[in-house]
């Protein structure tokens, strides 16, 4: 006989992610119990789960999944769950650092930026509810591979453009030569990139400091520089760090600006100007100039930035490929540009040494099984990976099928890679290739409405044993996953909660995989 699982009432005092895990939870654990029957005598301590371990989840939603929990726990659900490694952790082994003593900085991670750093110190700041556990320690990176804290040099070679004209996108082929740099990876890791803070925006800062730049600082890497080498080089001016902000409150001699800038430094909600970086800062409170050395000592160290690998090593040997796009913007008047993106993109020349690494995968790898299909979701510079993933499963002779679905915003500019997956198509290495183009129509078409199309095919797939990957921005991520969760729950006809339980079943598995920023 069969049983029905419950499912939380829409109006329950949870949000929609919340929600769907939570039926997710019962639907899988109840299917569990009804197939076996009573349950055994031997008790058997269950896998630890960490549902707010989910990039596409608000800070608050994750943050209120982990109530209750150690402080480690706690700590971790305030970081951004990409696992990306640019911190030199794992989200997990960095929470428990922090919660251990082991590590003191707040502000490794990346892609939480202030956001992230400014919960974890509200984290530490409470009493500990629940003692905590000791610190796992942090996976070593292999032996001799450069690392994020130790870099190797790789020979920047060349940034193509992928756009065609009239597209109002920047998106760039980046080759790196490695050969003899000790770099060595797969399919599914990313490159780290250390790059240098464009020198007209530090001339700019430098100008409204008072300063020169072939003064000398101590610099928070604990070297000695030129002042212009340590912003360029060593600190981070996009996002000036809290410390830096109240050093320039505390040296603001005109007081409803001091009030304003501490006000910015912890993070008061409406405080202005919102994303500054430290020359905006400079030009919207111009009493307040700092000693130069006590400014540079509260900036935070420039972190790297990583990128999915674009290539396979068997198809293309002593080379990395990435997928680069260009960010550039308008805010608080001046045009803005993307640290490490326009420094690939602008200012990198051929045959300049870029100090950079290889970040493993966690996770984000291709079966082992080459018979096994594939089902690959990368709108944008999403594709990076997949097109890794092909020329590989190329290269092995994998007998299984590969379907990619791949959006952008027009078909005859925005096309990536168009002629080298016409030729995967025409020689059969692409089962199946949909595309979603979301300008070139009155109505917005993208990746998860493909997806909705074929989804009796997609279901299909599944149900045969296919690997699912996506990569791209987390808000791509969350659609997909919602559309997946109706696609599953119609073509297998479950409920939402046993769609989502299939989903996490499929994560379990290792056949649902995620590269997601």
């Not at 005109?254 to 405080?271: C, K, M, T």
């Not at 400079?282 to 307040?288: E, G, I, K, N, V």
């Not at 068997?314 to 490929?321: N, P, S, Y």
């Not at 805010?331 to 993109?345: E, Y």
Request: charged share 25%; proline share 7%; hydrophobic share 40%.
């Amino acid at each position: 006989m069969g049983y029905i699982a419950p499912e939380l009432p829409e109006n329950a005092p949870f949000t929609a992610p919340q929600r769907a895990w939570i039926n997710g939870w019962f639907a899988a654990h109840l299917a569990a119990e009804a197939s076996v029957g009573a349950p055994s005598a031997v008790a058997v301590e269950p896998a630890e789960e960490f549902p707010w371990h989910d990039p596409t989840l608000a800070l608050a939603e994750r943050l209120l999944l982990a109530e209750g929990r150690k402080r480690e726990r706690v700590l971790m659900a305030a970081m951004a769950q990409l696992d990306c490694g640019q911190c030199g952790y794992l989200c997990r082994s960095y929470a428990e650092a922090i919660a251990s003593g082991a590590e003191s900085s707040l502000v490794r991670c990346v892609p939480g930026g202030k956001e992230t750093a400014r919960a974890l110190k509200e984290v530490l700041e409470q009493p500990a509810t629940v003692p905590a556990s000791p610190a796992s320690p942090a996976s070593p990176p292999p032996a001799m591979q450069p690392s994020t804290r130790a870099p190797a040099p790789a020979r920047f070679a060349a940034a193509l453009k992928l756009n065609r004209d009239g597209s109002e996108k920047d998106t760039r082929h980046v080759v790196f030569r490695i050969a003899g740099s000790g770099l060595d990876y797969e399919v599914g890791d990313s490159f780290g990139v250390h790059a240098a803070n464009c020198p007209d925006l530090v001339a700019a800062v430098i100008e409204r400091l008072g300063g020169r730049g072939t003064d000398e600082v101590d610099c928070p890497d604990g070297t000695r520089r030129r002042l212009d080498e340590a912003l360029r080089l060593v600190c981070d001016i996009g996002r000036p760090s809290d410390a830096a902000v109240e050093v320039l409150a505390s040296r603001a001699p005109d007081f409803g600006e001091s009030q304003r800038l501490q006000a910015l430094a912890e993070g008061y909600p409406g405080a202005q100007p919102e994303e500054a970086d430290l020359l905006d800062l400079l030009l919207a409170f111009p009493s307040a100039r700092p000693p130069v050395q006590e400014l540079i000592s509260a900036l935070d160290l420039l972190q790297p930035r990583l990128y999915s690998i674009a290539s396979s090593p068997k198809a293309t040997a002593d080379e990395v490929h990435l997928t680069v796009a260009a960010v550039r913007y308008r805010r608080h008047g001046r045009l803005r540009k993307g640290i490490a993106s326009t420094f690939l993109a602008e200012r990198a020349a051929p045959g300049d040494e870029v100090p950079a690494f290889i970040q493993s995968a966690h996770g984000f790898r291709l079966p082992e099984d080459d018979a096994r299909h594939i089902i690959m979701i990368g709108p944008g510079t999403g594709v990076a990976p997949f097109r890794a993933f092909l020329q590989e499963r190329r290269a092995r002779g994998a007998a299984g099928r590969n379907w990619l679905f791949f959006g952008d915003q027009r078909r005859d500019s925005d096309f990536l890679y168009q002629e080298e997956f016409a030729d995967y198509q025409r020689d059969g290495l692409l089962t199946r290739f949909d595309v979603a183009f979301s300008r070139d129509q009155s109505e917005r078409v993208y990746v998860q409405h493909r997806m909705r199309e074929r989804s009796a095919e997609l279901w299909s797939w599944l149900e045969e044993g296919a690997a699912l990957y996506v990569c791209g921005a987390a808000s791509m991520a969350r659609d997909v996953d919602t559309a997946l969760a109706a696609i599953i729950a119609r073509q297998g006809r479950k409920s939402g909660g046993e769609a989502k339980a299939y989903l996490a079943g499929l994560a379990r598995d290792q056949r649902y995989l995620r590269d997601v920023y």
